[in-house]
């Protein structure tokens, strides 16, 4: 059974709307900064701190790391639901697409920082593990941390469009995912 509440509907954001259509421009953006980022990044790794090194294995670590890219928009919105669960108890919806997924639930309630934490989670945590892996990690094996940290960076804006959206509502709302 779903609990009913007597809210008063403000303001609707549809990211997906004919009319915004701000996903498709956040994911547009974020791809074309991930494929620049990974491969300057790569190659600025390569000659500064394999220089005179043979570099054979170096492409496959590469494709490695773009692996672990596409699997990561799961990864991420599982993040969302253990966030959640953490934070309400309840278990959100998690649909899974081709190269994409999405978290959330229409009968889940989130104050201000509720909301918040479940939606900068992924970035947080994957962030904050990702940064001493490629600090530490041999530079062989650079882009195979690199690549999801910069894809966690950029992949992540759009939940950075919605906690700014968010922030900007009146105090003691409530905010339905």
Do not use: W
């Not at 009913?4 to 791809?31: E, R, S």
């Not at 220089?51 to 496959?60: C, D, E, I, S, T």
């Amino acid at each position: 059974m779903h609990e009913t509440h007597d809210y008063k509907l403000v303001v609707l954001y549809d990211m997906l709307g004919p009319h915004q259509k701000i996903l498709q421009k956040l994911n547009a953006v974020a791809t074309v900064s991930v494929l620049i980022c990974c491969a300057v990044g790569s190659t600025l790794n390569y000659c500064l701190r394999m220089y005179g090194q043979a570099g054979g294995m170096y492409f496959v670590y590469i494709l490695c790391g773009s692996g672990l890219c596409l699997v990561y928009p799961y990864v991420h919105e599982l993040a969302h639901a253990f966030a959640v669960i953490a934070v309400k108890g309840k278990a959100p919806s998690v649909k899974f697409g081709k190269l994409a997924a999405c978290c959330g639930s229409p009968f889940i309630i989130f104050s201000k920082p509720q909301y918040f934490f479940a939606a900068a989670f992924p970035f947080l945590f994957f962030g904050v593990a990702a940064i001493p892996v490629c600090i530490f990690l041999p530079a062989m094996f650079f882009p195979i941390a690199f690549m999801p940290a910069v894809y966690n960076l950029f992949c992540s804006m759009g939940d950075f469009y919605m906690i700014n959206k968010a922030a900007k509502a009146p105090r003691g709302c409530a905010i339905i995912d």
